[in-house]
């Protein structure tokens, strides 16, 4: 157990939906990532959060955005989804604001878009 | 420059074989490259990382090289057990984007 904690564990929706993905860090930890794993494919970095700002952005679609809140838990929001969409998606945390550092994997959310 | 490339996609070993698995990039700036393992439907974890001030680093059967001429690095797994059956992901931290880039996954089964 990584102390990363992500809610829900599944999720099935259809077309057309918005879904809010929920990740609470490790005790401690100020940085959030957020990942997306498509089948049999690697991790894509979608956005990094520190201490509530946004830090980083990777190749996170402008049907998506996140949000760090003052407690620090973070929430990944998906809307107008597609079947493409379909995917794990994991958060991940870590102490420095940096990502040239060990970060720790929540379990995952798996979405499935009907 | 932002993508790695791992290869293989898919090794097979015999039980206490070694495994190598090797990662090239195009962007110099790279100077971060950890490894992350993922068991079936679990959660990645970081297994070994190496910085770019060093050219070799080990732990127990586990050891990363990079070669930052080359661009390359590579992870040797030694004497090759039924639990190291896995995803390997390798990774560079890319100092424009302030992000890890991660390469498309090697999975490796151990036969016993």
């Known amino acids: 157990d990584s102390g990363v904690t992500q809610t829900p564990k599944h999720l099935i929706t259809a077309t057309g939906q918005r879904v809010t993905l929920r990740c609470s860090p490790r005790?401690?930890?100020?940085?959030v990532y957020w990942y997306q794993q498509s089948l049999d494919q690697g991790l894509q970095f979608l956005i990094q959060y520190y201490n509530g700002e946004e830090r980083a952005k990777g190749n996170i679609l402008e049907r998506f955005s996140a949000q760090q809140f003052p407690d620090l838990h973070s929430e990944l929001n998906l809307s107008s989804l597609e079947l493409g969409d379909s995917a794990l998606y994991f958060c991940?945390?870590?102490?420095?604001?940096?990502?040239?550092?060990?970060?720790?994997f929540g379990p995952g959310t798996r979405l499935t878009v009907l | 420059g932002e993508n790695v490339e791992q290869h293989p996609s898919t090794l097979s070993v015999q039980e206490g074989d070694s495994a190598v698995i090797k990662c090239t990039y195009s962007?110099?700036?790279?100077?971060?490259f950890p490894w992350y393992k993922q068991e079936l439907g679990k959660r990645p974890q970081l297994i070994i990382d190496?910085?770019?001030?060093?050219g070799e680093k080990k732990d127990q059967r586990i050891a990363v090289t990079l070669n930052k001429t080359a661009k390359h690095f590579s992870l040797h797994i030694t004497e090759t057990q039924p639990e190291d059956s896995a995803v390997y992901f390798c990774?560079?931290?890319?100092?424009?984007?302030?992000?890890?880039?991660f390469g498309s996954g090697t999975r490796l089964q151990v036969q016993p």
């Open positions: 005790s401690g930890d100020l940085s």
């Open positions: 190496i910085r770019s001030n060093v």
């Open positions: 991940a945390s870590s102490a420095q604001e940096s990502s040239y550092n060990e970060q720790f």
């Open positions: 962007d110099s700036a790279s100077n971060y």
């Open positions: 990774a560079r931290y890319d100092t424009g984007r302030r992000a890890l880039t």
